[in-house]
């Protein structure tokens, strides 16, 4: 069967996916007697399904992705115009949007200098890992090669960035993993690990205790999500980030903040980071760099981390040794040149705060009404209701009642998320990304969604 034909006839495609595709984060068995989902267009926040039905997509993609909206023509084109010109060549040449994307990047980023091109947030992210271990090598004689992570962060799915990872339900099973990752307590108010008043600066200072513990000389680089997204949408307390910033300059530590989701927009920001005023040494980002549009991830350094690989030309090995062979496809910079045009142009930083905040009061209005809601949490529009079988108690609310909303609000025809597969007895998170395009009926649309679905579910 030809390809159009297959686009005009989804019976052919559900049989076909169901036969030989291998979807992502998913049982498959239920696929044994239901169809799976394929998703055939998408307009705006909007996507529609095989069977025709319409979604209003809260998540952007479903994982926090498609930051500017569907359909966006203007990409579309960018991309063909440069595929026809220059689809590729590897990444030891430059390219045209290459560069002039690199030099955009930079000006949204004060204090850092350099972009390394890859094509996943976890294969940016073990860019840094591996840099970490050269530094480690060329500079530290051997030490400093550890790298802290904190518990309910994610870094990625290779096995090196699951080392890195906070999430037991995503390890398990995946190991052993790379030796020289140590765990620091997550900043979770709300499931707090400590009675203080000034619960920012104590989960940081938990951050000093492992670093004291494992000994400063041992420890290279921190890394972090400047917001937890998939390990139940954590936004540091008051006084946290400028306390992590204090500790690790004095214990001469290189900060990497994982910017895969937070970066380019959603929280109101061009990067999360940039909300309290961090000044990173590493950034890494993908998803919302070019929406999904095209496969491109951001490896993003100081001139201080640069310099440092290329202090010795007339040593052989004295630069990064790495290559990704995707990373140059030019395909993805010109699209996160046209994406940036977009969220500058349409003023989608300023929308992403007026509708987050709108976002954050009417899921506030919900805690009101539904006991289940033990609290509500957000930047921009990045927004977390984690539910509760007791308030009192925070017992976690059951899984399944967690899912069942999920699947309520899908029939509905609006997309949410809830935290998946991350913590055992703790994904009870429900997840909220729209495109940062979104307009207040949109939001109000998602929020009655999710009102009818928790009156269902939890009566
Ligand atoms: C914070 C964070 N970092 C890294 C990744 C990995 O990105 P990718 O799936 O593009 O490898 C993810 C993916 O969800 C993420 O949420």
């Not at 394929?38 to 307009?43: K, M, S, T």
């Not at 990067?271 to 929406?291: E, H, I, L, R, W």
């Not at 989608?348 to 709108?358: F, K, Q, S, V, Y």
Request: include cysteine.
């Amino acid at each position: 069967m030809d390809n159009a034909a297959l686009g005009n006839d989804m019976s052919a495609v559900i049989e076909a996916d169901r036969a030989h595709l291998w979807h992502h984060l998913i049982q498959h068995k239920p696929f044994e007697t239901i169809d799976p989902r394929v998703i055939v267009e998408g307009r705006g926040m909007r996507v529609w399904d095989a069977r025709g039905k319409e979604h209003l997509d809260a998540v952007s993609g479903g994982v926090w992705t498609v930051n500017v909206g569907y359909g966006r023509e203007s990409i579309a084109d960018a991309v063909r115009d440069q595929l026809v010109k220059m689809c590729y060549f590897a990444g030891s040449a430059g390219s045209v949007p290459g560069a002039m994307f690199a030099r955009r990047l930079i000006d949204k980023m004060p204090g850092m200098a350099r972009v390394y091109y890859a094509n996943s947030g976890s294969e940016a992210n073990e860019k840094v890992f591996k840099m970490v271990r050269q530094i480690s090598h060329r500079h530290h004689g051997g030490r400093k090669s550890k790298i802290l992570f904190r518990e309910r962060d994610y870094h990625g799915t290779t096995i090196t960035c699951l080392s890195a990872g906070g999430q037991p339900q995503r390890n398990a099973m995946y190991g052993p993993f790379t030796p020289g990752f140590v765990e620091v307590p997550h900043c979770l108010e709300y499931r707090k690990q400590w009675d203080v008043a000034n619960y920012g600066e104590r989960a940081a200072d938990a951050i000093e205790e492992v670093i004291l513990r494992e000994g400063p000389d041992t420890i290279g680089a921190i890394c972090l999500e400047p917001v937890t997204a998939g390990g139940g949408v954590i936004v540091p307390p008051a006084g946290y980030w400028e306390r992590v910033q204090e500790i690790c300059r004095k214990h001469n530590i290189l900060i990497h903040i994982d910017e895969v989701v937070c970066g380019v927009g959603r929280t109101g920001e061009w990067f999360g980071y940039q909300n309290y005023g961090v000044k990173p040494d590493f950034v890494t980002m993908a998803k919302g760099v070019a929406s999904g549009y095209a496969a491109i991830a951001c490896t993003v350094t100081t001139e201080a981390v640069f310099g440092m690989f290329k202090d010795d030309a007339s040593d052989p090995l004295s630069y990064f040794r790495d290559i990704s062979t995707f990373g140059g496809c030019a395909s993805g910079p010109a699209a996160a040149l046209e994406n940036m045009r977009i969220i500058e142009d349409e003023g989608l930083l300023d929308n992403t705060l007026r509708m987050g905040a709108r976002l954050m009061d009417n899921l506030a209005a919900l805690q009101d009404k539904h006991a289940v809601i033990g609290q509500v949490r957000g930047k921009g529009l990045f927004c977390g209701a984690e539910l509760v079988a007791d308030r009192a108690t925070k017992e976690a609310a059951d899984e399944k009642k967690v899912a069942a909303v999920v699947a309520d609000c899908m029939a509905q025809g609006v997309i949410i998320g809830m935290t998946n597969r991350s913590l055992p007895g703790l994904n009870n998170t429900l997840c909220l990304s729209p495109a940062l395009i979104a307009t207040p009926d949109d939001i109000d649309h998602i929020t009655d969604a999710i009102d009818g679905a928790l009156g269902r579910v939890f009566g």
